[in-house]
């Protein structure tokens, strides 16, 4: 997954979401916990519509503690561009996985209902 983002002599930082899965931290776009998502309609057919879409990465859903809402630009052979917003579950808390990245060029969309 992350080989397709990989510049020689550009250095990415990436956050470890569970699973085996990573991803960049730059992509990031916000990290919203399960509380917010139960809680609010809006935030619930958002989800409902990036799963309906196919916008899912991992299929964590039942064990899921957190959203996270990412967008890849992914580079095509021919040099242009290719972006997707995708959706990552984690069983791992919204908070653990703000403070993996939390530095002061961080500047994400938390949502976080504890």
Avoid: Q
């Amino acid at each position: 997954m992350m080989g397709n983002y990989y510049n020689e002599g550009v250095d990415k930082m990436s956050i470890h979401i569970g699973e085996n899965i990573s991803i960049f931290k730059e992509d990031i776009i916000a990290i919203i916990d399960r509380k917010t998502v139960e809680t609010s309609k809006d935030m619930r057919r958002f989800v409902d519509i990036m799963i309906g879409n196919g916008n899912v990465c991992n299929n964590n859903i039942e064990d899921a503690k957190t959203y996270i809402l990412a967008y890849e630009n992914r580079r095509k052979s021919d040099g242009t561009t290719d972006g997707k917003c995708n959706l990552y579950l984690s069983n791992i808390s919204s908070i653990t996985l703000s403070r993996r990245g939390n530095n002061k060029k961080t500047n994400w969309g938390l949502a976080i209902n504890e």
